[in-house]
């Protein structure tokens, strides 16, 4: 008899819905996985079950009156959905993976929060994160590492690595995350599920710490495509005082319903090679590309081999944003000496860029947006490029990071991630599609982009990939 975790969040929400399932049920169950499993996945930095219990019995009461009265419910209600601790909930902790906000508690909610509680959603507690989400692993000073349940001795990946870890280990269906660099589509990839990085604006990132780059955006991990587009409607929308606004859907479309939608015959473009110099790719994320090509052609899509010039102008633009970034991080002065020392490298190089070269990093991203968006639009340009999400399999705990000289661990973090921050600069949605596992049984992610404002398009093609090679039964043994 399948467990409550089996369940996907849309199979949840409809049990809510039809008084099969109740929301308290459904908390207490992810309450206890929690409390038997996160000290071994490092998944959360804050655990919230009072908080939890309080919305599941609203969530339970307002279900039981919209069935009294012939009410629709929104599509996640009385569903478990952790928030990424970088982003505020108000009255609780948010540390941002560092000791020097360890007692932060903020007054007001994140605009992608607000949307969860009128959504119904339940707050299980803040996932992991490392220090301000900078590197592409989850390891900070508050907590243990997450870990990819598919093997405990490697990372979960970053910075969204609590939100993979929780939800590839069933402690719950969805969960929210955020990425500035790769940081849903990382973990994805490393932890075997599907997870959007959607279009520069389809999310509100007020009303506080807006990101001025662009880089950065909220978004979903799941283990299905349908459960990953039902998050993005309810975290989907633009807020007053946003500075971008991605295309709207037709009036009554969501994209959920896209992911029961045929995508059409695709032109689709496939790059093997790292766009940055130097980087070497592995056979098994090769192997994990070609072999999805061939998947994608046998589906009757046109699959072209693309190429596209190393280009060191792109990665020293980005490394002078995102330092900027992470010197722009709200530390009290007297939490700078508890950063980490990846942190204070970034901020210190971050304090030296100019203004004026900072202007030309910007500038440098959208002349790729300009040179890209030229290359997908029709006629003759591509609907989708496909590639590998990571150049490597998934790392070893400890692995990537290197404490004693941090501009080395920089650069082995863009070795490792050379292909996911591309589509941050351009502000184009991009997913992670966990369709190949490698000879030792570790997932080892593809990445789909599109034209700046079709998620519609990714969503359709990767659950075209789903229906055609399933993923989701695919369980690791702590499951």
């Given at each position: 008899m ?28 992810y309450?206890a ?10 998944a ?53 993976g560092?000791?020097?906000?360890a ?6 909610d ?25 590197p ?30 929780t ?6 269906p ?5 990425d ?10 490393v ?8 279009s ?8 506080l ?12 991990l ?13 975290l ?17 479309e ?11 015959r ?12 130097g ?50 991080r ?17 901020r210190d ?14 500038y ?15 006629p ?61 049984g ?23 990939l ?7 039964g ?6």
């Amino acid at each position: 008899m399948a467990d409550l975790h089996d369940l996907t969040a849309l199979e949840q929400a409809q049990g809510i819905r039809s008084g099969e399932l109740s929301p308290v049920e459904l908390t207490e169950h992810y309450l206890a996985r929690i409390e038997r499993l996160d000290d071994t996945l490092g998944a959360f930095l804050t655990r919230t079950p009072d908080l939890a219990r309080k919305q599941a019995t609203d969530a339970e009461s307002e279900a039981i009156a919209a069935r009294r009265e012939g009410r629709e419910l929104p599509p996640l209600h009385g569903v478990p959905v952790p928030v990424k601790d970088l982003s505020q909930v108000a009255g609780v902790r948010c540390t941002m993976g560092s000791r020097a906000l360890a007692d932060h508690v903020p007054a007001v909610d994140d605009h992608v929060v607000g949307k969860l509680r009128a959504g119904g959603t339940i707050l299980l507690g803040k996932t992991n994160t490392p220090e301000f989400g900078l590197p592409c692993y989850t390891e900070n000073e508050l907590a243990p590492p997450a870990r990819t349940p598919w093997d405990l001795a490697r990372s979960a990946g970053g910075s969204s690595g609590g939100a993979a870890a929780t939800v590839a280990a069933g402690l719950a269906p969805v969960a929210h995350a955020t990425d500035g660099g790769g940081s849903i589509r990382i973990p994805a990839s490393v932890c075997g599920l599907f997870g959007i990085k959607p279009s520069r604006g389809r999310i509100s990132g007020g009303p506080l710490l807006h990101d001025i780059s662009g880089l950065a955006t909220s978004g979903p991990l799941a283990r299905t495509v349908a459960d990953a587009a039902t998050l993005l409607d309810v975290l989907a929308g633009a807020m007053p005082g946003d500075p971008f606004a991605a295309p709207a859907l037709p009036p009554g479309e969501t994209f959920a319903e896209h992911a029961r939608r045929d995508p059409g015959r695709l032109r689709i473009a496939c790059l093997t090679g790292a766009p940055v110099p130097g980087t070497e790719v592995h056979a098994d994320c090769r192997t994990a590309t070609t072999d999805t090509a061939a998947l994608l052609t046998g589906l009757g899509h046109e699959v072209e081999e693309l190429s596209l010039p190393a280009d060191d102008g792109i990665l020293l633009a980005f490394t002078r944003v995102w330092s900027v970034l992470a010197a722009s991080r709200p530390v009290p002065p007297e939490g700078e000496e508890l950063l980490m020392p990846l942190t204070r490298y970034l901020r210190d190089r971050g304090a030296e860029v100019s203004g004026t070269d900072f202007a030309r990093s910007m500038y440098a991203f959208r002349m790729l947006s300009q040179t890209l968006a030229d290359g997908l639009m029709p006629p003759g340009g591509y609907d989708v490029i496909l590639s590998p999400t990571l150049a490597a399999p998934p790392a070893e705990v400890g692995a990537l990071r290197d404490d004693a000289d941090p501009q080395a661990e920089f650069a082995a973090i863009g070795a490792f991630s050379p292909f996911t921050a591309l589509y941050n600069a351009t502000g184009q949605p991009a997913v992670n599609v966990p369709v190949q596992w490698n000879a030792e049984g570790l997932p080892i992610g593809v990445m789909l982009a599109g034209r700046y404002g079709d998620e519609a398009t990714l969503i359709a093609l990767s659950a075209q990939l789903e229906q055609a090679r399933p993923w989701a039964g695919r369980t690791p043994s702590m499951w």
